[in-house]
T-cell receptor, first 115, second 116 residues
Framework: AQSVTQLGSHVSVSEGALVLLRCNYSSSVPPYLFWYVQYPNQGLQLLLK??????LVKGINGFEAEFKKSETSFHLTKPSAHMSDAAEYFCAVALMNSGYSTLTFGKGTMLLVSP | DAGITQSPRHKVTETGTPVTLRCHQTENHRYMYWYRQDPGHGLRLIHYSYGVKDTDKGEVSDGYSVSRSKTEDFLLTLESATSSQTSVYFC???????????????FGPGTRLTVT
């Protein structure tokens, strides 16, 4: 069965610092992987996704993630944090369920950005 | 933004009463999903639909039922609400979702349900 582990329920960075949000997955087959962002009182918005091909995936708002099969990881990074990046971030893996794909989400990481 | 609306956006109800939440889409996407979001648990799938009248259970389906009589509407019903069902409920849609594929899911704004 597929599952997702996000290390750290909260991550704090200073504005301008590197952002690193960690995600590890378990999957018996090549995974489809996603990062979503949720701003307060809103729904989730897709940041980026990995399906096949290039292992370094670029997303919106300057975020990127690298699929590392040997480490079963899909960590999210951004070189320089901005105050507007403060939000909750969710990693997700696609799960095959009765022949249809569904998403299994990690528990989320709240990113706090200080001036 | 994907055309997804949820109603109501907020609801307070008493234990034991039935509750129906509605998700409406204007994108004509085939796949629709209901999740609940709770602190420390992330999002958990309740039920999903892969077509009109075609639905299946997710991870946390006990106490919930769904119906989809039209492509654009997906209803979530709590037959007899309990305090443990106090949560924020999100609807999502996707164009693809069949075997071997996974398109992105677009999320609605959420419904905050409180069961007292």
């Amino acid at each position: 069965a597929q599952s997702v582990t996000q290390l750290g329920s909260h991550v704090s960075v200073s504005e301008g610092a590197l952002v690193l949000l960690r995600c590890n997955y378990s999957s018996s087959v090549p995974p489809y992987l996603f990062w979503y962002v949720q701003y307060p009182n809103q729904g989730l918005q897709l940041l980026l996704k990995y399906t096949t091909g290039a292992t370094l995936v670029k997303g919106i708002n300057g975020f990127e993630a690298e699929f590392k099969k040997s480490e079963t990881s899909f960590h999210l990074t951004k070189p320089s944090a901005h105050m507007s990046d403060a939000a909750e971030y969710f990693c997700a893996v696609a799960l095959m369920n009765s022949g249809y794909s569904t998403l299994t989400f990690g528990k989320g990481t709240m990113l706090l950005v200080s001036p | 933004d994907a055309g997804i609306t949820q109603s109501p956006r907020h609801k307070v109800t008493e234990t034991g009463t039935p509750v129906t939440l509605r998700c409406h889409q204007t994108e004509n996407h085939r796949y629709m999903y209901w999740y609940r979001q709770d602190p420390g648990h992330g999002l958990r799938l309740i039920h999903y639909s892969y077509g009109v009248k075609d639905t299946d259970k997710g991870e946390v389906s006990d106490g919930y039922s769904v119906s989809r009589s039209k492509t654009e509407d997906f209803l979530l019903t709590l037959e007899s609400a309990t305090s443990s069902q106090t949560s924020v409920y999100f609807c999502a849609i996707s164009e693809q979702g069949g075997l071997g594929s996974m398109d992105e899911q677009y999320f609605g704004p959420g419904t905050r349900l409180t069961v007292t």
